[in-house]
């Protein structure tokens, strides 16, 4: 099996239905697995609606969405991993068809752009940025990528990290030398207002505990915390000018 795609998911009965239908509507084989948390709220009753369609299904507490992750590491069969948690969906139906011929033993990471949907409006968040500044943070998704299972495997996700451990995850793969490759398309559509979009201030000092540390990186992610600071105020600015 090439590729195992992953729905993590726990009390998510809105939105795990149309994570589902995207994962299922991809034209090309591959490895389901659903990951649930104990779900209380409906969502194990749509689930079950596509139980003959999902190839592993799990459901039992855990400690949280990065152990959840690592479960399905240890679960899946394929030579890779995607992550497409619940409120995630696939950007078309044409997503894995179109990446699959870019899954190969020459690179461990495969990486591609993403959409971003607002309460009001879509943006599309290009990753075609160079692999080196990923000390800045995130260049792409987990949700946009693919990422080898022996990697996965032997990296994991620092469970004790609990807003940051995607990105810290990767910028392990990246100090460890391993081979990102960026494809220009649209792998992903997600959800603003995740964990660390709320909590800005707290996700800039998690990203700045992890990367190495110099004058410039340090200059860097003060400015950030500052700006990130004054923004409430800012916008009280504007909003009494009007």
């Known amino acids: 099996m090439k590729i195992s795609i992953v729905t993590i998911v726990l009390?998510?009965?809105q939105n795990i239905e149309n994570t589902i239908l995207s994962v299922l509507s991809q034209d090309v084989q591959f490895e389901y697995l659903v990951i649930d948390g104990g779900s209380?709220?409906?969502t194990l009753d749509i689930i079950e609606k596509y139980r003959d369609k999902i190839?592993?299904?799990l459901s039992e507490k855990d400690a949280g969405i990065y152990n959840a992750m690592n479960k399905a590491i240890d679960l899946a069969n394929g030579?890779?991993?995607?992550f497409?948690?619940?409120g995630d969906m696939f950007y078309n139906s044409d997503v894995l068809k179109t990446i699959l011929p870019n899954l190969d033993d020459n690179v461990d990471i495969v990486y591609g752009d993403q959409e971003v949907r607002y309460a009001s409006k879509r943006k599309i968040l290009k990753a075609n940025i160079s692999i080196q500044d990923i000390w800045k943070g995130m260049i792409f998704s987990h949700q946009s990528c693919f990422v080898k299972k022996d990697i996965l495997k032997e990296f994991r996700f620092n469970e004790s990290n609990r807003i940051t451990a995607d990105y810290e995850l990767f910028y392990s793969l990246f100090k460890a030398n391993k081979t990102f490759s960026y494809i220009p398309m649209i792998v992903a559509s997600v959800s603003a207002g995740g964990l660390s979009d709320i909590r800005r201030i707290e996700s800039i000092v998690s990203r700045w505990k992890i990367v190495d540390k110099n004058i410039i990186v340090n200059i860097y992610y003060l400015k950030l915390i500052i700006m990130e600071s004054l923004k409430p105020y800012i916008k009280k600015i504007l909003r009494w000018r009007r």
């Not at 030579?79 to 995607?82: A, N, Q």
């Open 40 to 42: 209380t709220d409906g």
């Open 11 to 13: 009390n998510d009965k």
């Open 84 to 86: 497409m948690n619940s």
């Open 55 to 57: 190839d592993i299904f």
């Open 79 to 82: 030579e890779w991993i995607c």
